[in-house]
């Protein structure tokens, strides 16, 4: 349930601002074609763009002027989850639509991508040149055999040729799959292996916190366990010579050819994502050209308000799905930031400075970075010139409500603070920003547009004002179109089918509220059920971490075999704090007063650090499997784990306890 506090008003769009929000020139266009409601505002389209959802998406088609090469013949063909079939007949390139900008003579010399290091040196990367980097390399991937279909891997991080080698592989219909210089030989191969790749970009190495890290070995490494390899190309990032054998990045992109987009169908495989495979194999997830351009056309362009006068930052990696996000931004003719280097590096304020220093208009972070600022007492705002801010998004978990008023005091009163939640799964969000609706905080403003967004009970009835798991009763066009090496689609639909056959369970608990917003309380599938009242951990952690000796918290449920129910809750300490019995009488306390006395944890226990996947969410499920017994080895994947060392504290502890 939505708490008093978590419903006050934070922030609200003044009139102007709405009035030239693009949603709300949508809404008004789309009103006088499609038959929109013209009143009512975003609750109203909303339910259109749902109970039309045929209509809707066919006037987001058109009111982004996709270039359908072949027409379409219907907008949804089969429209039965797993398997709806979007636009069949059309033709398009996704590549081709990234670039239009290029084609503006107004704009040719603007910056498509401005690049930004640990160093905070600025290189701004015009959109004719991006454009014209592309068609060389589009060329040369042709020439060394790249079909439609082939599958392109990166070993890159954050930097300009890496969205050079992207929009290169989709523009000659190659398949597109990247993961960070930071992922092990192991975590990387995980990936790969999968798809089977017959290039290979990668880099010499990368810097980070300040330091150069070499990654020559586990490019030999890549490039002896990866058969399938027709070529490599190498990225002197560190200034090395070419390893034997390997093409240069210069060579390939040095022409000023034309680029050729091949027309694919809109169902064509653009990239593959990865779950993070805490468990076993990640998931290798297929969303296609003209699923991810229609969805992405919608989700920046509408939710985000992205346009040409704006800079989009969001600090990711290429092994997350937001790099692909922050990437589609060049769709709206958005000046696409990249910053490669730590979060964190040489302080807490790095990500407020490229901020600054890019004049991003809209800060995409990550829920964490959030609430370690809070910890660290900075003050963007008052440090910091944040004035071109429109907009600070967050994602990766919830975010507190302590991390809404952080926001609000700490970098500007009149800012629209967007929690959006999604998943890799559909590389988009399900719920978060609208640039015309309240802020509350603790809540995401609503459901997104074109997303039957619903909260079910274990029976599949619709909840309002209390608890469900999160479901989606209708497809989305950037849904997966299904999984590689799962033939019979058996996997596919075992992820989001099991429980609610026809309708997509995504794992999340969330509440829709009375006003129209969303709460999300944390992963379904590491419930925390406590004589019949479930609880996300995402509130615990919400809670806990409110205290100041508190760094970072794991809360895990585990039914024993007795019928009974132990739940620790694992705390990592900030610097020079103790877990004396005061601080365990404060932690329980505080769960008691903000939560439920139910979820008062049997024990509190220190930890040396909390593991993470490699994208940085707490992993909750495997260390649940190892407080039961599980052996380490079949608990988790170990490639999918920032710290492996730190899962022999929950092995050592189950082994005491049993």
Same mark, same amino acid.
């Given at each position: 349930?939505?708490s008093?506090?978590?419903?006050?008003?934070l922030?609200?769009?003044?009139?102007?601002?709405?009035?030239?929000?693009?949603?709300?020139?949508?809404?008004?266009?789309?009103?006088?074609r499609?038959?929109?409601?013209?009143e009512?505002?975003?609750?109203?389209?909303?339910?259109?763009? =749902?109970?039309?959802?045929?209509?809707?998406?066919?006037?987001?088609?058109?009111?982004?002027?996709?270039?359908?090469?072949?027409?379409?013949?219907?907008?949804?063909?089969?429209?039965?989850?797993?398997?709806?079939?979007?636009?069949?007949?059309?033709?398009?390139?996704?590549?081709?639509?990234?670039?239009?900008?290029?084609?503006?003579?107004?704009?040719?010399?603007?910056?498509?991508?401005?690049?930004?290091?640990?160093?905070?040196?600025?290189?701004?990367?015009?959109?004719?040149e991006?454009?014209?980097?592309?068609?060389? #390399?589009?060329?040369?991937?042709?020439?060394?055999g790249?079909?439609?279909?082939?599958?392109?891997s990166? @070993?890159?991080?954050?930097?300009?040729?890496?969205?050079?080698?992207?929009?290169?592989?989709?523009? =000659?219909?190659?398949?597109w799959?990247?993961?960070?210089?930071?992922f092990?030989?192991?975590s990387?191969?995980d990936?790969?292996?999968?798809?089977e790749?017959?290039?290979?970009?990668?880099v010499?190495?990368?810097?980070?916190?300040?330091?150069?890290?070499?990654?020559?070995?586990?490019?030999?490494?890549?490039?002896?366990?990866?058969?399938?390899l027709?070529?490599?190309?190498?990225?002197?990032?560190?200034?090395?010579?070419a390893?034997?054998?390997?093409l240069?990045?210069?060579?390939?992109?040095?022409?000023?050819?034309?680029?050729?987009?091949?027309?694919?169908?809109?169902?064509?495989?653009?990239?593959?994502?990865?779950?993070?495979?805490t468990?076993? #194999?990640?998931?290798a997830i297929?969303?296609?050209?003209?699923?991810?351009?229609?969805?992405?056309f919608?989700?920046?362009?509408?939710?985000?308000?992205?346009?040409?006068?704006?800079?989009?930052?969001?600090?990711?990696?290429?092994?997350?799905?937001?790099?692909?996000?922050?990437?589609?931004?060049? #769709?709206?003719?958005?000046?696409?930031?990249?910053?490669?280097g730590?979060?964190? @590096?040489?302080?807490?304020?790095?990500?407020?400075?490229?901020?600054?220093?890019?004049?991003?208009?809209?800060?995409?972070?990550?829920?964490a970075?959030?609430?370690?600022?809070r910890?660290?007492?900075?003050?963007?705002?008052?440090?910091?010139?944040?004035?071109?801010?429109?907009?600070?998004?967050?994602?990766?978990?919830?975010l507190?409500?302590?991390?809404f008023?952080?926001l609000?005091?700490?970098?500007?009163?009149?800012?629209?603070?967007a929690?959006?939640?999604?998943?890799?799964?559909v590389?988009?969000?399900?719920a978060?920003? &609208?640039?015309?609706?309240?802020?509350?905080?603790?809540?995401?403003?609503?459901?997104?547009?074109?997303?039957?967004?619903?909260s079910?009970?274990?029976?599949?009835?619709p909840?309002?004002?209390?608890?469900?798991?999160?479901? &989606?009763?209708?497809?989305?066009?950037?849904?997966?179109?299904?999984?590689?090496?799962?033939?019979?689609?058996?996997?596919y639909?075992?992820?989001?089918?099991?429980? @609610?056959?026809?309708?997509?369970r995504?794992?999340?608990?969330?509440?829709?509220?009375?006003?129209?917003?969303?709460?999300i309380?944390?992963?379904?599938?590491?419930?925390?059920n406590?004589?019949?009242?479930?609880?996300?951990?995402?509130?615990?952690?919400?809670? =806990?971490?409110?205290?100041p000796?508190?760094?970072?918290?794991?809360?895990?449920?585990?039914?024993?075999?007795?019928?009974g129910?132990?739940?620790?809750?694992? &705390?990592?300490?900030?610097?020079?704090?103790?877990?004396?019995?005061?601080?365990?009488d404060?932690?329980?306390?505080?769960?008691?007063?903000?939560?439920?006395?139910?979820? =008062?944890?049997?024990?509190?226990?220190?930890?040396?650090?909390?593991?993470?996947?490699?994208?940085?969410?707490?992993?909750?499920?495997?260390?649940?499997?190892?407080?039961?017994?599980?052996?380490?080895?079949?608990?988790?994947?170990?490639?999918s784990?920032?710290?492996?060392?730190?899962?022999?504290?929950?092995?050592?502890?189950?082994?005491?306890?049993?």
């Amino acid at each position: 349930m939505t708490s008093a506090a978590n419903e006050a008003t934070l922030w609200q769009p003044d009139p102007e601002r709405s009035a030239a929000a693009a949603v709300t020139r949508f809404q008004s266009w789309a009103a006088e074609r499609y038959g929109a409601p013209a009143e009512g505002g975003y609750s109203e389209l909303h339910r259109w763009s =749902v109970d039309e959802l045929d209509t809707f998406w066919q006037a987001v088609a058109d009111w982004f002027d996709i270039r359908f090469s072949t027409p379409y013949e219907t907008v949804i063909g089969d429209r039965t989850m797993p398997g709806a079939q979007w636009f069949p007949g059309a033709t398009l390139n996704y590549a081709e639509h990234a670039l239009r900008t290029a084609e503006d003579p107004l704009r040719a010399d603007a910056p498509a991508l401005l690049h930004v290091d640990e160093t905070h040196t600025q290189l701004p990367v015009s959109w004719s040149e991006l454009r014209r980097q592309v068609g060389s #390399l589009a060329a040369e991937l042709r020439a060394l055999g790249v079909r439609p279909g082939d599958r392109v891997s990166g @070993y890159l991080p954050n930097i300009p040729q890496s969205v050079v080698a992207l929009l290169a592989t989709a523009a =000659v219909g190659g398949v597109w799959t990247s993961c960070a210089p930071d992922f092990g030989a192991r975590s990387v191969l995980d990936r790969f292996q999968q798809v089977e790749p017959v290039v290979l970009f990668t880099v010499d190495g990368y810097r980070y916190g300040g330091k150069e890290h070499d990654r020559s070995e586990t490019v030999a490494e890549l490039r002896r366990e990866l058969p399938t390899l027709r070529a490599v190309v190498h990225i002197p990032l560190l200034g090395t010579p070419a390893p034997e054998g390997a093409l240069e990045w210069s060579a390939l992109t040095s022409a000023d050819t034309e680029p050729v987009f091949e027309q694919v169908p809109f169902d064509h495989p653009l990239w593959v994502l990865y779950s993070s495979g805490t468990t076993g #194999l990640p998931k290798a997830i297929v969303q296609s050209q003209g699923g991810i351009l229609i969805e992405h056309f919608k989700q920046l362009g509408l939710h985000c308000d992205l346009g040409p006068d704006d800079r989009f930052f969001w600090y990711t990696s290429t092994g997350w799905m937001m790099w692909n996000f922050l990437v589609s931004g060049l #769709l709206t003719g958005t000046t696409v930031v990249l910053y490669d280097g730590s979060p964190g @590096y040489p302080d807490v304020s790095a990500q407020w400075r490229v901020a600054e220093q890019t004049g991003a208009t809209l800060f995409g972070t990550s829920a964490a970075y959030v609430m370690a600022c809070r910890k660290a007492d900075i003050h963007p705002g008052r440090d910091f010139d944040l004035s071109r801010i429109q907009c600070v998004a967050t994602t990766g978990s919830p975010l507190p409500p302590d991390g809404f008023r952080w926001l609000h005091d700490e970098v500007a009163d009149n800012l629209w603070i967007a929690s959006v939640s999604g998943g890799t799964d559909v590389c988009s969000c399900f719920a978060g920003a &609208v640039p015309t609706l309240p802020v509350h905080i603790g809540e995401l403003q609503a459901p997104c547009l074109g997303t039957d967004l619903q909260s079910w009970d274990p029976a599949g009835k619709p909840l309002f004002g209390e608890v469900g798991e999160l479901v &989606v009763t209708n497809p989305l066009p950037s849904m997966p179109i299904h999984f590689w090496n799962d033939p019979d689609g058996s996997r596919y639909r075992d992820s989001y089918f099991e429980m @609610y056959p026809g309708v997509w369970r995504h794992g999340d608990w969330i509440t829709l509220t009375d006003h129209g917003s969303v709460v999300i309380h944390g992963r379904s599938d590491s419930t925390l059920n406590r004589q019949g009242v479930r609880m996300g951990s995402a509130d615990i952690y919400e809670a =806990v971490e409110r205290l100041p000796e508190i760094r970072e918290s794991l809360v895990i449920g585990i039914e024993e075999p007795d019928g009974g129910y132990w739940m620790p809750l694992f &705390v990592h300490l900030a610097d020079g704090s103790a877990l004396d019995d005061g601080l365990r009488d404060r932690i329980k306390q505080t769960i008691r007063d903000n939560l439920s006395p139910r979820h =008062v944890p049997d024990e509190v226990i220190e930890v040396p650090g909390i593991p993470h996947t490699l994208t940085g969410k707490r992993i909750e499920v495997p260390v649940k499997r190892l407080l039961q017994g599980t052996e380490l080895a079949k608990a988790v994947n170990p490639g999918s784990i920032d710290n492996l060392e730190l899962l022999h504290f929950y092995e050592d502890l189950a082994r005491k306890r049993h």
